[in-house]
Nanobody, 119 residues
Framework: QVQLVESGGGSVQAGDSLRLSCAASGGPFTMSWFRQAPGKEREFVALIGWSTGTTYYAESVEGRFTISKDNAQNTVYLQMDSLKPEDTAVYYC???????????????WGQGTQVTVSA
């Protein structure tokens, strides 16, 4: 099983930027970011195909967030720009063998990193 370690969370003001990192011990086929806000279910944010680089975003972050990868470093990034208070959540990276938006398709999960955006 692939080990995933996230970093880069923090507290910022609305309109600011943050970059999250997820270091993987191996190379899954698809890497994704999910998030869970207080009192809400965990939701899909973005994914990237490890070999193809194909990306897909949730509508709520399209145009503001960018997912990218560094194959040599086995690391996936989530660049978050124009942050809004509603982006406040614990962000998780996940690795799986399928190109999917479903949490159940992912077998490896990071520990989560808190992102807090104040108005």
């Amino acid at each position: 099983q692939v080990q995933l370690v996230e970093s880069g969370g923090g507290s910022v003001q609305a309109g600011d930027s943050l970059r999250l990192s997820c270091a993987a011990s191996g190379g899954p086929f698809t890497m994704s970011w999910f998030r869970q806000a207080p009192g809400k279910e965990r939701e899909f944010v973005a994914l990237i195909g490890w070999s193809t680089g194909t990306t897909y975003y949730a509508e709520s972050v399209e145009g503001r967030f960018t997912i990218s990868k560094d194959n040599a470093q086995n690391t996936v990034y989530l660049q978050m720009d124009s942050l809004k208070p509603e982006d406040t959540a614990v962000y998780y990276c996940a690795g799986g063998s399928r190109y999917s938006l479903l949490q159940t398709e992912y077998t490896s999960w990071g520990q989560g990193t808190q992102v807090t955006v104040s108005a």
